[in-house]
């Protein structure tokens, strides 16, 4: 038996829809700029390049109807509602015409950034972590098996801050389709049972403020939401 120098935390999990079990969480991949309409209001050319993966830790995870305290570090705190896929069965150099195989299920997941961190990481050529990695930057609602309801291909996928619509489009414009993504994804690391695939945002990301009630949805896969709490006693840049 393993003795542990203190008692570890307990592993980070996510919501199965319908069921009272729970999906761990083993790492959190997010694929950057896959949808044109995004990179170009990001300032980006939205031609189709191999995308980007950065990564957030498994505990920056919150589940559905949680309130997530507003970040330190930052002022302009940005919402990115996305396609979450969760791995099912790993594996390295993934083809693409297997990688439906891999994945458990689907949900849908809310990418917070600390955009004022990211801009001026990208101004210094520096890496993104303090932007993205933080704490409760991962919003997930409750997974849905591929079993149920197949390979997700097209669809609305909205987000909307107090009751008013902010981002809207649909699956179909992702660049990179999620069997793309599996198998790239794959091609760097290793992929096992518990990773989490964020697959990029529509456009329309915007601002979030202390006090606003956050709700996201893809159709016919789900719904997740979020208030964002009061700004604690932490530094701003």
């Known amino acids: 038996m393993t003795e542990y120098a203190f008692e570890p935390c307990p592993p980070a999990t996510v919501a199965v829809a319908g069921s009272d079990k729970r999906f761990p969480v083993r790492r959190i991949f997010c694929v950057g700029r896959n949808y044109a309409a995004h990179a170009r209001e990001m300032g980006k050319d939205p031609n189709r390049e191999p995308p980007f993966f950065f990564t957030k830790p498994a505990d920056a995870v919150i589940n559905s109807d949680q309130t997530i305290p507003y970040p330190s570090l930052t002022d302009n705190l940005h919402h990115e509602v996305e396609l979450?896929?969760?791995?099912?069965?790993?594996?390295?150099?993934?083809?693409?015409?297997?990688?439906?195989?891999?994945?458990?299920?689907y949900g849908v997941g809310i990418d917070l950034t600390?955009?004022?961190?990211?801009?001026?990481?990208?101004?210094?050529?520096?890496?993104w972590d303090w932007s993205k990695a933080f704490d409760n930057s991962a919003p997930c609602g409750p997974l849905v098996q591929a079993a149920e309801i197949g390979h997700p291909t097209h669809g609305r996928i909205w987000l909307g801050v107090n009751g008013q619509l902010r981002q809207q489009g649909n699956l179909s414009e992702m660049i990179w389709s999620v069997p793309d993504?599996?198998?790239?994804?794959?091609?760097?690391?290793?992929?096992?049972?518990?990773?989490?695939?964020?697959?990029?945002?529509?456009?329309?990301?915007?601002?979030?403020?202390p006090g606003d009630s956050v709700r996201a949805g893809i159709e016919n896969l789900g719904e997740i939401a979020i208030t964002i709490g009061a700004r604690g006693a932490h530094k701003t840049l």
């Open 84 to 105: 979450v896929v969760a791995i099912g069965t790993g594996g390295s150099n993934i083809p693409v015409s297997a990688a439906k195989a891999h994945i458990w299920g």
């Open 114 to 127: 600390r955009r004022d961190v990211q801009e001026e990481a990208k101004r210094l050529s520096r890496p």
């Open 181 to 209: 993504i599996v198998s790239l994804c794959s091609e760097s690391v290793e992929l096992k049972p518990g990773d989490l695939i964020y697959t990029g945002t529509p456009s329309g990301v915007g601002r979030l403020a």
